[in-house]
T-cell receptor
Framework: ETGVTQTPRHLVMGMTNKKSLKCEQH?????MYWYKQSAKKPLELMFV???????ENNSVPSRFSPECPNSSHLFLHLHTLQPEDSALYLC??????????????FGQGTRLTVV | SQQGEEDPQALSIQEGENATMNCSYK?????LQWYRQNSGRGLVHLIL?????REKHSGRLRVTLDTSKKSSSLLITASRAADTASYFC????????????FGKGTTLSVSS
């Protein structure tokens, strides 16, 4: 248990559905991240939030829409996804985001399957 | 964008043997971190080494960093079956050091 909780753990959705992934941390961290992990590919950084402000969008398609209402919660809203978006989506947090000079804490991930 | 590149991609050893994994990266870094991932689960931090450090130890783990060669190695001594997992190096750059950039990882299998 790292202190970062992701829900749901598994999600199957159709290409026309709208769903949301949730990430929650009560570690007092100020930076939160979304990563995508596909089979046989490196973890891809998607979004970075620092003090609730989005500081990085790593050329992610608009069908992925992040939301950070406060420093403890991070959402990833999904709509009109493609089968190639099936992957493990990992959320992480760290104390600050100016320079990541400490470790990151990861959630267990949401296994997403788009059918 | 990918920064680290681990080598080998897969490693199979017997319990009690040592396992060495290597990581190469491209740009200047603030620090380099190693993480472990059990199948389909989240990542767990193992060790962080800063750019001005050359070697670090944590239990059975030993990490080295050579900034002139832009490479790092992770040594696991006296391996156990429970060490079976994927191991990733991740770098924090000096230019935009707000997030970890990961390599593809090394899959380690330790048989008893």
């Amino acid at each position: 248990e790292t202190g970062v909780t992701q829900t749901p753990r598994h999600l199957v959705m159709g290409m026309t559905n709208k769903k949301s992934l949730k990430c929650e941390q009560h570690l007092g961290h100020n930076a939160m991240y979304w990563y995508k992990q596909s089979a046989k590919k490196p973890l891809e950084l998607m979004f970075v939030y620092n003090f609730k402000e989005q500081t990085e969008n790593n050329s992610v398609p608009s069908r992925f829409s992040p939301e950070c209402p406060n420093s403890s919660h991070l959402f990833l809203h999904l709509h009109t996804l493609q089968p190639e978006d099936s992957a493990l989506y990992l959320c992480a947090s760290s104390p600050q985001g100016n320079v990541m000079n400490t470790e990151a804490f990861f959630g267990q991930g949401t296994r997403l399957t788009v059918v | 964008s990918q920064q680290g590149e681990e080598d080998p991609q897969a490693l199979s050893i017997q319990e009690g043997e040592n396992a060495t994994m290597n990581c190469s990266y491209k740009t200047s870094i603030n620090n380099l971190q190693w993480y472990r991932q059990n199948s389909g689960r989240g990542l767990v931090h193992l060790i962080l080494i800063r750019s001005n450090e050359r070697e670090k130890h944590s239990g059975r783990l030993r990490v080295t960093l050579d900034t002139s060669k832009k490479s790092s190695s992770l040594l696991i001594t006296a391996s156990r079956a429970a060490d079976t997992a994927s191991y990733f190096c991740a770098t924090v750059s000096n230019q935009a050091g707000t997030a970890l950039i990961f390599g593809k990882g090394t899959t380690l299998s330790v048989s008893s």
